[in-house]
């Protein structure tokens, strides 16, 4: 973690009281996640955000070593930097253009067409590629290079006895950096690298702290309310007692290959983030990720906070 902007989010953590840097002893969700994950190819894990230490795991070694396009899930670390470097205005809001080709691939949005104009929340929440296309054309290739090795794309995260480190590949031309910026080109990651990105998301929201980057974190939340990650929405989110999650899914092609493949990154609760969540399957499409996740959510609720059964 050789970023100040991760050692800074790893101070909040330690400065936390010592009750909290332990997950809950009756804390157990190895036996579901391993349930949820039987008999399919991929990989999960589950940190407790305080205290950066995994909770549950289904195929560490994959977890930890398998590289692979992220999709969708970078488009938060995108938006952060466009954001809090004021090189756009949350609250504008950009046509959704169908279709959408981009250096010959076309890249069409999977939201629904009745989704026409979009601001940065809305980006997040209905994952719109014509949206960052178009906004990620305000940074450099080395901008969006150090926005990816910041959210620590490019670095071990001590996670695993044995582990790669992704790769980040500087863009040439537009293209290029427009198709990096939605995650299918020019980065690769395990994993575990975006867990522990996404507990920095969840530790920059336990701190309050969120500022300018206030819509990453709405529309994290409102794609599992209503948006693409719907499906990670905990059993029971809207009653008094039940929880609320906030995430991202990502779905890109294969190295060599037809199929796709899929990822969930999140945190639970939304508003005061427990633990993160990643999920991989080598086969499939992020919303197939999400419903992973979802059970995990729920069963966090239930144990911690009493959530209704």
């Known amino acids: 973690m050789p970023t100040l902007f991760r050692l800074l989010c790893f101070s909040v953590c330690f400065a936390l009281p010592v009750a909290a840097q332990q997950p809950p002893a009756a804390l157990d969700l190895q036996p579901l996640l391993a349930q949820l994950m039987k008999g399919k190819s991929g990989a999960a894990a589950v940190l407790d955000v305080a205290s950066g230490k995994l909770i549950a795991s289904w195929n560490l070694k994959l977890a930890s ?42 890249m069409d949005c999977s939201h ?5 104009y979009l601001d940065a929340s809305d980006a997040i929440a209905y994952s719109c590629n014509s949206y960052f296309a178009a906004v990620a054309t305000q940074l450099s290739p080395r901008e969006l290079g150090d926005v990816y090795r910041r959210a620590g794309f490019a670095s ?20 290029q950096l427009q198709l990096q910026a939605l995650g ?40 599992v309310q209503y948006g693409m990650a719907h ?10 007692n ?20 899929a990822f969930f990154a999140g945190y639970a609760p939304a508003d005061k983030p427990g633990i993160a969540v990643v999920v991989y399957l080598e086969n499939g499409r992020g919303s197939d990720a999400a419903a992973i996740a979802a059970p ?4 966090y609720g239930k144990q911690t906070h009493g959530a209704a059964r």
Not at 72 to 84: D, G, N
Not at 231 to 240: D, S
């Open 65 to 106: 070593q398998r590289l692979a396009a992220p999709g969708s899930t970078v488009k938060p670390f995108v938006l952060e930097e466009l954001l809090r470097t004021g090189k756009i205005r949350a609250e504008q809001r950009l046509v959704c253009r169908r279709p959408l080709y981009i250096s010959g691939r076309r």
């Open 112 to 116: 629904s067409p009745a989704i026409t």
């Open 156 to 175: 071990l995260t001590r996670l695993a006895p044995t582990e790669v480190a992704g790769r980040v590949t500087p863009a040439v031309n537009t293209g």
């Open 184 to 223: 299918d080109w020019g980065v690769e990651i395990t994993p575990l690298e975006l867990l522990s990105a996404y507990r920095n998301l969840a530790l920059e929201k336990c701190r309050n702290q969120v500022g300018a980057s206030a819509p990453v974190f709405d529309g994290l939340e409102h794609s």
């Open 231 to 240: 499906a990670a929405e905990p059993t029971h989110a809207a009653e008094p």
């Open 242 to 261: 039940g929880i609320t999650a906030a995430g991202k899914t990502g779905t890109a092609a294969g190295r060599g290959t037809a199929y796709t493949h």
């Open 296 to 299: 995990i959510f729920t069963a």
